[in-house]
């Protein structure tokens, strides 16, 4: 009791000090209606300010626990992707024809020119040589080659082939590929200049070449460079296909296929 008593002595001008400020404070505020509203306004901006840094601390405190979720919740779904059973029958597109099996990507385009790409299933899922290949309901590519299990696949994005087709839905039909550089772009070759081709137009495959049905997205254009005194003009395209990123597959084959392919290999006789 001494020592509190000793302590207010020692600070008695002090808290004198304070206690005369609160006291006028009191009266300005009781009397003086700006300097009310004053006060309020200045003590409830405060307030806010301490309490949006208080939530901010507080949301930012929970991160750690809202990521740990996300992680478990992402786990889970790709330990179900993984364990996902492919579809063992073939499922029939009764307006176009067309028949669709699901497989999965498992070896996928590397940026090298040449590279193969190796998918499953094989021959005995059905799969031929010739049937075209879809990622997402894009153009992915063809299968070029057929084991028990696996196959091998002929994507977009391999340098030394091309595929046919279509500059919007109506367009003119020119020839597709890879030039072997950037696995981001496909490039448009021997497009006239006369072509309309703007930025943004859709390309969708012709069905001219029997491994797809017509109209089946391939890509968007992103750049149409027309060369003054050049005949051609060349055109980019970015494919709708992301070929880093695939892993489902769907295989197509058309209901009359072997009929078309004998038809279309039997020469014409005279």
């Known amino acids: 009791m001494r020592n509190l008593w000793l302590l207010l002595i020692r600070n008695a001008f002090t808290l004198a000090f304070i206690a005369l400020m609160a006291v006028s404070l009191s009266v300005l505020l009781r009397n003086d209606g700006a300097a009310r509203s004053s006060w309020f306004r200045q003590t409830g901006a405060i307030s806010f300010m301490i309490d949006s840094q208080r939530n901010g601390w507080s949301n930012y405190l929970k991160l750690a626990e809202q990521n740990a979720k996300l992680a478990e919740e992402n786990a889970d779904l790709r330990s179900r992707m993984l364990s996902m059973e492919l579809v063992a029958s073939w499922e029939e597109d009764t307006v176009r024809h067309w028949t669709v099996r699901e497989g999965m990507l498992i070896k996928g385009p590397d940026g090298k020119p040449r590279s193969p790409s190796i998918a499953t299933p094989g021959r005995d899922g059905g799969i031929e040589a010739g049937m075209g290949v879809l990622s997402g309901g894009a153009a992915f590519g063809t299968v070029e080659e057929t084991g028990e299990d696996h196959c091998r696949i002929l994507t977009l994005m391999h340098s030394g082939t091309s595929w046919s087709c279509r500059i919007g839905r109506n367009g003119p039909v020119a020839s597709l590929g890879w030039d072997g550089l950037d696995m981001g772009f496909l490039q448009l070759r021997d497009v006239p200049r006369h072509v309309q081709a703007a930025r943004g137009d859709s ?15 391939m ?8 060369q003054s005194g050049a005949d051609f003009m060349s055109v980019s395209v970015v494919p709708a296909a992301d070929f880093k990123a695939v892993r489902h597959l769907e295989f197509l084959v058309h209901q009359a296929d072997s009929e078309r392919t004998v038809l279309s290999s039997t020469a014409l006789q005279p």
């Open 203 to 217: 390309i969708f495959t012709s069905g001219y070449d029997l491994r797809f049905p017509a109209d089946v997205l």
């Open 219 to 226: 890509g968007t254009v992103f750049e149409v460079e027309r």
